[in-house]
């Protein structure tokens, strides 16, 4: 068993069978689940690694048709840099392509990407973070247990406690302390989302406004957004010659 370290990898790619299953350049560390039929990423917890059932080598050219997992260089061409990518084969994982959803909706518009649910055989380890909300007095002070572990006053760290003032949750909860902290713990899945949106979807009102906003920004000399022909049709009815 070997154990893959996240740090320092640029690319995540799901091979085998001559293709590839899942390619990730962004959020490769996201710990996240499927909510309501979306992907919901918690943010803050991250994978650190993952474990294989071999060590990765290293190869000159990707070539998926190989049985192995495997470290290959790229270019990063946002950067201009050499990155390192971890090709590891779909043996290691159980791998679901759960296919599109609509991850935004917003002014006519529907934003689609695709998820993957990918399970490790082998477990993966992950940071996740605790958040509790207390409501105690003023003169209380960290449990000297807690300081063991290292908690602190402060906003910032993984085992901190702090406090914002008298708050009520939605639950009616009222509390002036909050405690975060973070555990390391083993995690048997995760999903993930294609890089970016590979279908945008407009309603006929939002394509309207956005001619709309075409032919004024050409007519005025300046840019008019759909946002602005929302705003004004609001107030004036607006039709092309």
């Known amino acids: 068993m070997f154990n893959q370290y996240l740090e320092g990898i640029r690319k995540l790619v799901i091979y085998g069978d001559g293709k590839k299953y899942m390619e990730k350049t962004r959020d490769l560390a996201s710990v996240a689940k499927?909510?309501?039929?979306?992907?919901?990423?918690s943010y803050f917890n991250k994978i650190l690694s993952i474990n294989l059932s071999s060590e990765p080598k290293t190869a000159r050219k990707?070539?998926?048709?190989?049985?192995?997992?495997?470290?290959?260089?790229?270019k990063d061409d946002l950067f201009?840099?050499?990155?390192?990518?971890?090709?590891?084969?779909?043996?290691?994982?159980?791998f679901e392509?759960?296919?599109?959803?609509?991850?935004?909706?917003h002014d006519g518009e529907k934003d689609y990407l695709y998820a993957y649910k990918v399970g490790f055989k082998h477990g993966a380890t992950a940071d996740i973070m605790h958040y509790e909300r207390l409501n105690v007095a003023d003169d209380w002070e960290i449990p000297e247990a807690e300081i063991a572990k290292g908690a602190k006053w402060s906003e910032h760290g993984r085992n901190c406690y702090y406090s914002l003032g008298n708050l009520r949750?939605?639950?009616?909860?009222?509390?002036?302390?909050?405690?975060?902290y973070f555990?390391?713990?083993?995690?048997s899945e995760t999903y993930y989302t294609s890089?970016?949106?590979?279908?945008?979807?407009?309603?006929?009102?939002?394509?309207?406004?956005e001619e709309l906003a075409e032919v004024l920004s050409k007519a005025l000399g300046k840019h008019i957004s759909h946002?602005?022909?929302?705003?004004?049709?609001?107030?004036v009815n607006i039709t092309i010659k």
């Open 62 to 74: 990707e070539n998926l048709n190989r049985k192995d997992n495997y470290y290959l260089t790229f």
């Open 183 to 187: 555990t390391t713990e083993t995690i």
């Open 34 to 41: 499927w909510k309501d039929g979306k992907v919901v990423d």
């Open 195 to 209: 890089e970016g949106y590979h279908k945008i979807e407009k309603d006929d009102s939002r394509k309207e406004r």
């Open 227 to 235: 946002y602005d022909i929302d705003s004004l049709l609001k107030v």
């Open 80 to 94: 201009h840099e050499r990155r390192t990518a971890l090709y590891i084969h779909i043996s290691e994982v159980d």
């Open 97 to 105: 392509d759960l296919g599109e959803y609509v991850s935004m909706e």
């Open 169 to 180: 949750a939605k639950d009616g909860t009222v509390f002036n302390l909050i405690h975060r």
